[in-house]
Structure formats: C-alpha cells, structure tokens
C-alpha cells in the first residue's frame, strides 16, 4: 500500500512538471510572437513603409503645402495711364514691371499660387505729382475706388499674400476696396511693401483693421525701400522661407 502510494505521488508529480513546461512554451512562443512583429514594425519604419493607419494618424505635411495661395497686389504700374515719355529714375514703380509687381512675381513663383492684379475701374495719372494728389483726395474722403474685378472662388484660397505700395503714409484705398469685396475671414494673411522714405507707416494698421476675421501676420511684413525693390529677390525668397514657403 505504502509502495502504491508513492508510485502515485511520483505520477502526479510528473504530470504536474509536463503541465509547467507546456505553459513556459506558450509565454515564451507568444513573447517571441510579439518581439518579431515590433521588430517588423520597425523595420517598415526605416524602410519607409508605414501602414495605412499609422499614416492617417500622423500629420501630413504633404495636405499642408498643398494649401491653395492667392497673391493679390496692387500696383502703380498696373493702374497708370501711361501719357508721353515717363521718367524711369524719377517713377520707377511706374514702368512695368512695377516695384510691387515684380515682388507679387516672385512670391508667386515660390508659393506656387493664383497671381491677381488689383485694378482700378478709373486709372491713375503717371505723373507721380499728380498719382499723390489723387491718392491723398482719396485718403481724406476714406473712398473706396472701384474695382475692374473680383476674385472668383475666394472661398477655395487658404493663405492670401497682399503686396502693395505705402501711398501718403498708408495704404492705397484700393487695396480696401479689395479687401472689403472678397471675403478674407478666416484665411492667414501675409503682407509685402515697397516704400518710399515713409516706410510701412499706418498701412499694416489699417489693413489689420480691415480684417478682423482673418489672422494677419502683423508683425513679420516684408518691406522694401523702392530703390532696392528691383534687386530684393533673395531677401523676399528668404521672407518666404521663413514663412514657410
């Protein structure tokens, strides 16, 4: 009895021993499992291979850049009325291509976007003296001068750059009109000046001001002295840079 007895706890123990075994192979087969698909994982990583919902997860930069962009500008050049010979040192932004014209050229050119010219239904002389006196009546009525055009599905545009000339210390009025005609609200706004010795002047406020729905970049606007506009491609490839673009 004693000698049946033990040969049964001998059996029982053996069975016991199998059984901890089988469950060791088990961890050890589904940690091994585990470390070879993370080991997959990353190797797709730095192969470039990524799964459809870890791409959805991360942020696309690609979706980002592809932002639509409108450069709108308004320039002398493109609203004179050219009568006679015109001084090219005396009015410079006045002959084609205007100062702010070509600066709107190269901001296209890098971003990629829709060019648009801000024209005026009633074009203004191209005699300097008499463009500011014009611009300064228009400045002391705060008029809206009319506009040849709209822009057409201003609703597709996410990012809008504004080019403009400082006239008598601001902004010319029909960028206003502009502004006040196309519906701006909600898009990220950038802003680049040639000027003469007045700089910027009041012309960021105001535009601001005009945009109250819209996140204008305030305090990172190009600007160039007129002299040095023909010459400031590098600077104003660099602004952009730094904008992002």
């Known amino acids: ?24 192979e088990t961890t050890v087969s589904s940690s091994g499992t585990l470390q070879n698909r993370q080991s997959a ?16 997860s991360a942020p ?24 006679g010979e015109v001084d090219a040192v005396a009015s410079p932004s006045v ?15 890098q971003t990629g976007g829709d060019l648009f010219s801000i024209q005026v239904t009633e074009p203004y002389p191209s005699d300097w003296d008499e463009c500011l006196a014009r611009a300064n009546e228009e400045r002391s009525e705060n008029a809206r001068p009319a506009l ?18 400082n006239w ?9 009109s502009f502004i006040e005609q196309n519906d701006l609200s909600g898009k990220q706004i950038y802003l680049f000046c040639s ?10 406020d105001e535009i601001a001001s005009a945009l109250p729905e819209s996140a204008v970049l305030s305090e990172n606007v190009f600007d160039v002295y007129e002299e040095d506009a023909a010459s400031s491609e590098n600077d104003i490839l660099n602004w952009l840079k730094g904008v992002g673009y």
């Open 60 to 83: 696309s930069r690609e979706s980002e850049q592809q932002s639509r962009v409108l450069v709108a500008y308004f320039s002398w050049a493109d609203n004179a009325v050219i009568e």
């Open 41 to 56: 994982i990353s190797e797709s990583v730095v192969s470039g291979e990524v799964s459809s919902s870890e791409e959805e």
């Open 95 to 109: 002959v084609a291509p205007g100062n702010v014209q070509q600066l709107a050229g190269w901001v296209q050119e």
């Open 195 to 204: 000027h003469g010795t007045g700089g910027l002047a009041k012309s960021v």
């Open 168 to 176: 008598w210390y601001g902004s010319p009025m029909a960028l206003l």
């Open 1 to 24: 009895m004693k000698k049946q007895t033990t040969l049964l706890l001998a059996l029982l123990l053996a069975l016991s021993l199998t059984a901890c075994n089988s469950n060791n």
């Open 148 to 165: 040849t055009e709209t822009v057409e599905a201003m609703s597709d545009y996410d990012v809008v750059f504004l080019g403009y000339p």
